[in-house]
């Protein structure tokens, strides 16, 4: 039974505490903080190509009038 993974106990665990453990990897494993990084890296990327897009779109609109 040592080779078994410790699973969280949900006896009387608060929302914020849930969260927190899936935040800081906690809950799934030590690698799960590179996901969340991997991720935020991603969404960011993904917020600066659509204000550039909008940007560029917005002055060609702006061009044609």
């Known amino acids: 039974h040592q080779n078994e993974p410790k699973l969280p106990m949900f006896g009387d665990i608060t929302l914020y505490?849930?969260?927190l453990?899936?935040?800081d990897g906690s809950f799934f494993a030590s690698w799960w903080i590179w996901i969340?990084?991997?991720v935020s890296?991603?969404?960011f990327i993904l917020l600066l190509t659509g204000l550039i897009r909008w940007y560029l779109r917005?002055?060609?609109i702006k061009r044609i009038k």
């Open 17 to 19: 505490t849930f969260l």
């Open 21 to 23: 453990s899936l935040h």
């Open 36 to 38: 969340n990084d991997i």
């Open 41 to 43: 890296v991603l969404l």
């Open 58 to 60: 917005s002055n060609l």
